[in-house]
């Protein structure tokens, strides 16, 4: 990946706009999964190995440290043209 000071702040605002849609899909299947574990916990009365739940909130950090550094590059940008 270049570095962000190489990209346009359209293709910034684009970036993060996609990181955001994949922070709320991974939310969403995180939701879906601990309810199918619920489900199949109490209702089937099978043993689910929970180790899953930890996995999906462990790999979406990267997404979030992606984000941080899209915002930080976001902001030091328009601070630069609004004191112009």
């Known amino acids: 990946?270049?570095?962000?000071?190489k990209y346009t702040l359209a293709q910034l605002t684009k970036s993060?706009?996609?990181l955001i849609?994949?922070?709320?899909?991974i939310g969403l299947l995180w939701q879906l999964?601990?309810?199918v574990f619920l489900?199949?916990?109490?209702?089937?009365?099978?043993?689910?190995?929970?180790?899953v739940l930890l996995i999906l909130p462990t790999t979406s950090i990267g997404v979030f440290i992606s984000?941080?550094?899209?915002?930080?590059e976001i902001k030091s940008r328009t601070l630069k043209t609004s004191h112009l």
Do not use: E, H, T, W
Not at 1 to 5: D, E, I, N, P, T
Not at 67 to 72: D, Q
């Open 1 to 5: 990946m270049k570095q962000l000071s």
């Open 16 to 18: 993060r706009a996609l």
């Open 21 to 25: 849609g994949c922070l709320i899909g």
């Open 33 to 35: 999964v601990i309810i």
């Open 39 to 51: 489900y199949l916990y109490f209702f089937k009365d099978q043993a689910v190995p929970f180790f």
């Open 67 to 72: 984000l941080k550094s899209l915002n930080n």
